[in-house]
């Protein structure tokens, strides 16, 4: 299925902005969509998504994102609703991914794994997954630190799969660049929340499409883990942004109602080029131009 795609993209499963919408509109549209399980509140409602969106998407690839961490009380469950479903791939975030390697192998669905370290890509490597997602600096979320070149370069010596690069790719002309590096495929957020089918709210479409890379911030502050945050979204929650980029104490006691995701807002450092809210479809459509122009222009230069 993934060789059929118009453009090798898949969109980045976002906590409390994937819809199941989303999903089917990206992957009927020529690319990979994803979701996260955990956006769906209980077993029952996510096992309406996964139904509506296995309908809709009869021979298309599409893909959820698994916690495969023991921390996860909905681990077994979700598990078996992934047997039940088979979505065409299962990415997996934290913990090992052996239990889920095994239940989708037994469907023939494929595994990528969401790696930021090189320590994490070979532990992920070692268990057999099919794909490693390389979730280098400046990515939406949990970003990395690591450049991509050196991070692509460094799995390189040790791994043959498949290899899907994630972290400030926003055109065409980056998802071109991820493949002459020698990414398999991209994975893009940050341009997908500001989407008439992402269930992000008006105001976070809005802040995104208004923001640029210096409205971004890097910090842990608010999960324990480091993470990429909207800078603006922080300044409505009353935060002073000069103590934190200063790495100074700073005072959250009158946050207990703030939460991560939910109020405070992601985005990766590729925000800059979102400029207006639009359809998934219209957005792919312009990647493949993009991409398209890109491999044209290349082909001049050399």
Not at 122 to 140: F, P
Not at 239 to 244: C, F, H, P, R
Request: proline share 4%.
């Amino acid at each position: 299925m993934l060789e059929n795609l118009k453009i090798p993209v898949i969109v980045a499963p976002m906590f409390l902005v994937s819809s199941p919408t989303l999903v089917i509109q990206a992957s009927q549209g020529g690319v990979v969509g994803s979701i996260p399980l955990l956006n769906a509140r209980s077993s029952e409602i996510l096992e309406q998504w996964l139904a509506e969106i296995k309908e809709a998407l009869p021979d298309k690839p599409w893909a959820v994102n698994f916690i495969s961490h023991p921390t996860n009380k909905r681990f077994e469950g979700d598990l078996e609703l992934i047997r039940k479903y088979k979505p065409s791939i299962v990415i997996t975030s934290l913990g090992h991914p052996g239990k889920v390697i095994e239940a989708v192998r037994s469907y023939g669905g494929l595994v990528f794994s969401d790696v930021a370290t090189i320590k994490h890509a070979k532990k992920a490597a070692e268990a057999g997954v099919d794909g490693l997602i390389l979730v280098c600096s400046g990515a939406g979320g949990h970003g990395g630190t690591l450049n991509p070149f050196a991070f692509l370069a460094a799995v390189k010596e040790f791994w043959n799969g498949m290899i899907i690069l994630a972290g400030s790719i926003s055109d065409g002309k980056d998802v071109l660049a991820a493949r002459v590096l020698g990414a398999d495929f991209v994975y893009m957020g940050t341009r997908f929340i500001a989407t008439k089918e992402s269930v992000a709210s008006d105001t976070y479409k809005e802040m995104v499409v208004n923001s640029t890379v210096e409205d971004i911030v890097y910090t842990d502050a608010f999960s324990g883990i480091h993470a990429n945050y909207l800078i603006p979204s922080l300044k409505k929650e009353g935060i002073d942004i000069a103590l934190l980029k200063r790495r100074e104490s700073v005072d959250l006691s009158h946050m207990v109602d703030v939460k991560a995701w939910r109020d405070i807002w992601s985005a990766g450092q590729g925000v800059t080029t979102v400029r207006r809210v639009q359809s998934v479809v219209e957005i792919i459509d312009q990647l493949v131009l993009e991409y398209e122009s890109a491999q044209k222009e290349v082909g001049h230069l050399v």
